[in-house]
């Protein structure tokens, strides 16, 4: 694995400035990475194609770049064996060489060069093409009034579009007038943490396990986060009961984050018939929950009871963070609320975004672009598991093979020096200790690898990376 083209994916820096300077960025970026000893002889680069979509270029610039090596004598290309470094003189020894040759390595410099923190999809897939017809069709036919401040619940174009498509593919209870779009799911969370509060809502249970920038949102907004166990079957639901002041509890039913269960069916009942004894509201967290690659997805939780559940979804995972879209299915009854706590006027989420994701999703192009990604990401899963089974046999992947990161559970003891071996070799990851709540017990370590972050072009690298800092290696 070490011999791959990919494993210098992360570390191109080019200086844009049109198509030659493009060019020349990446041949400098190439020569350096030979000369330092990252490209050793022999190493098979990306194909034109691959690496252009990877770096967000014209691949007839990655094209003429090769050529231009390759008369140089830097790269060598034979029909059928692809583009490789070539033979040549000892490089200047650098971090691979010194590595090769039993010599004292030091530590990487700058930052690190491969990046599987969990969070973020392979951006380089955002389906570009089909955006740009989509935004051309919804600006041809948008009326003039959706240049205008808008509704703050969001277009009706995407509501009702987005109503077909959750009760299609999440078994959501939906309808265009229980949607209320907003800027991502951050924002939608910090619009409920205001509905709580000026219904007197104090406490707002949370997992034990999970993102601290969701915690904060809510405390932001005055309320306490008591924390749920977690154990082998996702969060003890059951735990609900004891919590006498909660009045919502926020949850990740379909696939918990970080640890990656999924909610068993009587947990996922235990937590709706608390809500409808007490009056009380959960959050439901659907993160990534269109990729489910062991068997068909589980569907919602607000499908049992959409009076009890507020439903929060996002484009982020499966399209892209920077679009910032994403929207809440609520209980009729706080619609407005949720309006008025959002504005009078729709100022966050573009008009033309949502229109152009409407049509997206009518046209087919969003389920295509989703079962493509389910396979690439099932498939990068399955080469992780692959990878342990054959360079650390004693570790195992815990939880369902569904989303976009997966758990490697550690002894207890040993997540801090694993994580200060991943840092020397230039990989960034977390360990599960980052997500969990300050009141929770640590009953658990281990890392928390987010498989959907590289390129297609970093993966194997970052996958070789990860395999060497890990106990049993």
Same mark, same amino acid.
Request: proline share 6%; charged share 25%; glycine share 12%.
């Given at each position: 694995?070490?011999?791959?083209?990919?494993?210098?994916?992360?570390?191109?820096?080019?200086?844009?400035g049109?198509?030659?300077?493009?060019?020349?960025?990446?041949?400098?970026?190439?020569?350096?990475?030979?000369?330092?000893?990252? !490209?050793t @002889? &022999? =190493?098979?680069?990306?194909? /034109?194609?691959?690496? +252009?979509?990877? $770096?967000?270029? %014209? #691949?007839?610039?990655?094209?003429?770049?090769?050529?231009?090596l390759?008369a140089?004598?830097?790269?060598?290309?034979?029909?059928?064996s692809?583009?490789?470094?070539?033979?040549?003189a000892?490089?200047?020894?650098?971090?691979?060489?010194?590595?090769?040759?039993?010599?004292?390595?030091?530590?990487?410099?700058?930052?690190p060069?491969?990046? !599987?923190? @969990? &969070? =973020?999809?392979?951006?380089? /897939?955002?389906?570009? +093409?089909?955006? $740009?017809?989509? %935004? #051309?069709?919804a600006?041809?036919?948008?009326?003039n009034?959706?240049?205008?401040?808008?509704?703050?619940?969001?277009r009706?174009?995407?509501?009702?579009?987005?109503a077909?498509y959750?009760?299609?593919a999440?078994?959501?209870?939906a309808?265009?007038?229980?949607?209320?779009?907003?800027?991502?799911?951050?924002?939608?969370l910090?619009?409920?943490?205001?509905?709580?509060?000026a219904?007197?809502?104090?406490?707002?249970?949370?997992?034990?396990?999970?993102?601290?920038?969701?915690?904060?949102l809510?405390?932001?907004?005055?309320?306490?986060?008591?924390?749920?166990?977690?154990?082998?079957?996702g969060?003890?639901?059951?735990?609900?009961?004891?919590?006498?002041?909660?009045?919502?509890?926020?949850m990740?039913?379909?696939h918990?984050?970080?640890?990656?269960g999924a909610l068993?069916?009587?947990?996922r009942?235990?937590?709706?018939?608390?809500?409808?004894t007490?009056?009380?509201l959960?959050?439901e967290?659907?993160?990534?929950?269109?990729f489910?690659?062991?068997?068909?997805?589980?569907?919602?939780?607000?499908?049992?009871?959409?009076?009890?559940?507020?439903?929060?979804?996002?484009?982020?995972?499966?399209?892209?963070?920077?679009?910032?879209?994403?929207?809440?299915?609520?209980?009729?009854a706080?619609?407005?609320?949720v309006?008025?706590?959002?504005?009078h006027?729709d100022?966050?989420?573009g008009?033309l975004?949502?229109?152009?994701?409407?049509?997206?999703?009518?046209?087919?192009a969003?389920?295509?672009?989703?079962?493509?990604?389910?396979?690439?990401?099932r498939?990068?899963?399955?080469?992780?598991?692959?990878?342990?089974a054959e360079?650390?046999?004693g570790m195992e992947?815990s939880?369902?093979?569904?989303?976009?990161?997966a758990?490697?559970?550690?002894?207890?003891?040993?997540?801090?020096a694993?994580?200060?071996?991943?840092?020397?070799?230039?990989?960034s990851v977390?360990?599960?200790d980052?997500?969990r709540?300050?009141?929770?017990?640590?009953?658990r370590?281990?890392?928390v690898v987010?498989?959907?972050?590289?390129?297609?072009?970093?993966?194997?690298g970052?996958?070789?990376?990860?395999?060497?800092?890990?106990?049993?290696e």
């Amino acid at each position: 694995m070490a011999n791959e083209w990919a494993t210098f994916g992360a570390d191109l820096h080019l200086d844009l400035g049109g198509a030659a300077g493009l060019r020349t960025g990446l041949m400098d970026a190439l020569r350096e990475a030979v000369r330092s000893g990252r !490209l050793t @002889p &022999g =190493t098979r680069l990306p194909s /034109s194609r691959q690496l +252009a979509a990877d $770096l967000g270029v %014209a #691949r007839n610039t990655v094209a003429d770049a090769y050529a231009d090596l390759v008369a140089e004598g830097w790269l060598t290309a034979r029909q059928g064996s692809g583009t490789r470094v070539a033979q040549r003189a000892e490089p200047r020894r650098g971090p691979a060489a010194a590595a090769a040759s039993g010599a004292p390595r030091r530590r990487a410099q700058g930052g690190p060069r491969h990046d !599987l923190k @969990p &969070g =973020t999809p392979d951006l380089a /897939s955002f389906p570009r +093409a089909e955006w $740009l017809k989509a %935004a #051309r069709r919804a600006l041809t036919a948008a009326p003039n009034e959706a240049f205008g401040y808008g509704d703050p619940r969001g277009r009706i174009e995407l509501r009702t579009a987005l109503a077909g498509y959750l009760a299609r593919a999440r078994g959501v209870y939906a309808s265009p007038e229980r949607i209320v779009i907003c800027s991502g799911f951050a924002h939608g969370l910090m619009l409920m943490g205001r509905v709580l509060r000026a219904h007197r809502v104090r406490e707002v249970a949370v997992e034990s396990y999970g993102l601290d920038v969701h915690r904060d949102l809510l405390a932001g907004a005055g309320l306490r986060l008591p924390p749920l166990g977690c154990d082998e079957r996702g969060t003890r639901t059951e735990e609900l009961a004891a919590l006498k002041g909660a009045g919502a509890v926020l949850m990740t039913p379909a696939h918990q984050f970080p640890l990656g269960g999924a909610l068993p069916p009587d947990r996922r009942a235990a937590a709706v018939d608390w809500a409808r004894t007490t009056g009380g509201l959960v959050l439901e967290d659907d993160y990534d929950g269109e990729f489910r690659y062991d068997r068909q997805q589980v569907g919602a939780l607000q499908g049992l009871d959409p009076e009890r559940v507020v439903y929060l979804g996002t484009a982020s995972k499966s399209l892209a963070p920077a679009l910032r879209l994403g929207w809440m299915v609520l209980p009729p009854a706080l619609v407005d609320e949720v309006a008025a706590a959002k504005g009078h006027v729709d100022v966050l989420c573009g008009a033309l975004d949502q229109l152009t994701f409407a049509d997206l999703l009518e046209s087919g192009a969003y389920d295509r672009h989703v079962r493509a990604m389910r396979v690439r990401y099932r498939r990068r899963r399955d080469q992780l598991v692959a990878a342990l089974a054959e360079r650390a046999p004693g570790m195992e992947v815990s939880g369902i093979a569904a989303g976009l990161h997966a758990v490697l559970p550690l002894p207890l003891g040993t997540e801090q020096a694993v994580l200060r071996s991943a840092a020397w070799h230039g990989l960034s990851v977390l360990g599960i200790d980052a997500f969990r709540h300050p009141s929770a017990p640590r009953t658990r370590e281990g890392l928390v690898v987010g498989y959907g972050t590289p390129t297609d072009s970093a993966w194997p690298g970052a996958l070789e990376a990860l395999c060497r800092v890990l106990p049993g290696e």
